[in-house]
């Protein structure tokens, strides 16, 4: 029996009960999951995620924001998502609504190496005032066509940013110096 402690997998689920923790004192859980993300999880993940959030009552113009939020955070955690030494991926994910919005977290390894591009890359998306510039922005990012090594254009968080509307929220918290947990918020208003 192996009885090696992974480090970062407490540090994910201590993140995670602090994130639950808070809230549920600004609003109210749809979902929430700490564990492994891989194709089986994400699909049962997703119907979830629509039969919680049809269950709301919202506009059907969120419900789709929502849910296209989600499932792109989602994969992004999946594809995306650092490995510890253990060769272990960790992630949470936490859907939550207000009285105001319907917010979406999400957390995954990164490479402590890649988080000033990835910050880089964040504060350009939340630098646009004017949604019609943050779709040229993603067109001319497309038409570049800049692949990571993991084959992303970095796409995914342009096109949440433009579907939510709002700045991306963004944190990280050293694990250790090679690793730390990557945390995005997104906030979906309720029109």
């Known amino acids: 029996m192996n009885n090696t402690v992974n480090k970062d997998a407490e540090f994910f689920d201590e993140h995670f009960e602090k994130c639950v923790n808070e809230v549920n004192t600004t609003g109210k859980i749809i979902l929430a999951y700490d564990g492994v993300l891989n194709s089986e999880t994400i699909s049962k993940l997703e119907t979830e995620i629509e039969a919680n959030i049809l269950d709301k009552n919202l506009p059907k113009s969120v419900v789709k924001k929502v849910f296209f939020i989600c499932i792109e955070s989602l994969q992004n955690m999946f594809i995306h998502g650092h490995k510890d030494e253990h060769g272990a991926k960790h992630n949470f994910f936490i859907l939550y609504i207000t009285d105001k919005a319907v917010k979406m977290m999400g957390a995954n390894l990164i ?13 350009k998306i939340n630098s646009f005032t004017d949604p019609a510039e943050l779709k040229t922005y993603y067109l001319e990012h497309l038409e570049n066509n800049e ?11 342009i096109t949440i940013g433009m579907k939510s509307g709002n700045k991306l929220g963004t944190s990280f918290a050293e694990i250790n110096s090679d690793r730390s947990l990557f945390l995005m918020e997104v906030t979906i208003n309720i029109e």
Not at 111 to 123: F, V, Y
Not at 147 to 157: C, H, M, T, V
């Open 147 to 157: 692949l990571s090594e993991k084959g992303g254009a970095g796409l995914g968080f």
């Open 111 to 123: 490479a402590n190496s890649a988080i000033p591009k990835l910050s880089k890359h964040i504060e």
